[in-house]
């Protein structure tokens, strides 16, 4: 079983930056495709950035892309988001999720079978 604990979220102002941190345990981190998602109140669930698992590739949702950065570190079993020029917009509970598959990387939600308990960010105008 795997375990995936975030952490990092807060209050900040528009324009500003946080740091999202997910630290894994329970399976080899280093074989599976890392993902962020979030969601706002009253909207689903939405991908916002994904990362493979030697970190060759990553791929981001328009609405974050050039803002955000994903990256991870395998030695310490974690993935993170670096959030930059945050807006209003970006307000929601951010999760981090781990693939099912090795080695692939995938966006789809239903690929991911490991999810954490999410962190709060929040953009004040």
């Known amino acids: 079983q795997v375990q995936l604990v975030e952490s990092g979220g807060g209050l900040v102002q528009a324009g500003g930056s946080l740091r999202l941190s997910c630290a894994a345990s329970?399976?080899?981190?280093?074989?599976?495709?890392m993902g962020w998602f979030r969601q706002a109140p009253g909207k689903e669930r939405e991908f916002v950035a994904a990362?493979?698992?030697?970190?060759?590739?990553?791929y981001y949702a328009d609405s974050v892309k050039g803002r955000f950065t994903i990256s991870r570190d395998n030695a310490k079993n974690t993935v993170y988001l670096q959030m930059n020029s945050l807006k209003p917009e970006d307000t929601a509970v951010y999760y981090c999720?781990?693939?099912?598959?090795?080695?692939?990387?995938?966006?789809?939600?239903?690929?991911?079978?490991?999810w954490g308990q999410g962190t709060q960010v929040t953009v004040s105008s």
């Open positions: 999720a781990q693939d099912r598959a090795r080695w692939r990387i995938t966006i789809h939600q239903d690929d991911f079978g490991a």
């Open positions: 329970g399976r080899t981190f280093s074989s599976y495709a």
């Open positions: 990362i493979s698992a030697n970190s060759l590739s990553k």
